[in-house]
């Protein structure tokens, strides 16, 4: 059974920083690598990309909102990606999920369409106030 636990979400201030886990289990790595990361819900609005990684090469891609703010990391193990988040704004508040789908290196890309991930989470909430 492949298991993806997101962790890590709380309610802060404007300003704070905060890093999201995410533990990946049962999921056999595609030989050209998988596309891992994480996406936003907030409420009333569409699911949407924030950062991913490509897990044969590192490589990273980022939203707009999250350049220069997260960062996206994973273990050499492969079980567990973090986004590390500074200067978090009230925009950032939604759910947070992480979500894996089989893509060769550069066919990553937070404009996934959500119906196309492979494997979802369950979310941890983020709530950041002004």
């Known amino acids: 059974l492949v298991q993806l636990a997101e962790t890590g979400g709380d309610s802060v201030q404007a300003g704070d920083s905060l890093r999201l886990s995410c533990s990946v289990s049962g999921y056999t790595y595609n030989g050209n690598g998988d596309c891992l990361g994480w996406f936003r819900q907030a409420p009333g609005e569409d699911r949407q990309g924030v950062a991913l990684i490509h897990t044969s090469g590192r490589h990273t891609y980022y939203a707009d909102s999250a350049k220069g703010r997260f960062t996206i990391s994973q273990d050499n193990a492969k079980t567990t990606v973090y986004l590390q988040m500074t200067n978090l704004k009230p925009e950032d508040t939604a759910m947070y999920y992480c979500?894996?789908?089989?893509?060769?290196?550069?066919?990553?890309?937070?404009?996934?369409?959500?119906?196309?991930?492979?494997?979802w989470g369950q979310g941890t909430q983020v709530t950041v106030s002004s």
């Open positions: 979500g894996i789908y089989r893509a060769a290196v550069g066919m990553c890309t937070v404009r996934r369409n959500p119906s196309l991930i492979d494997v």
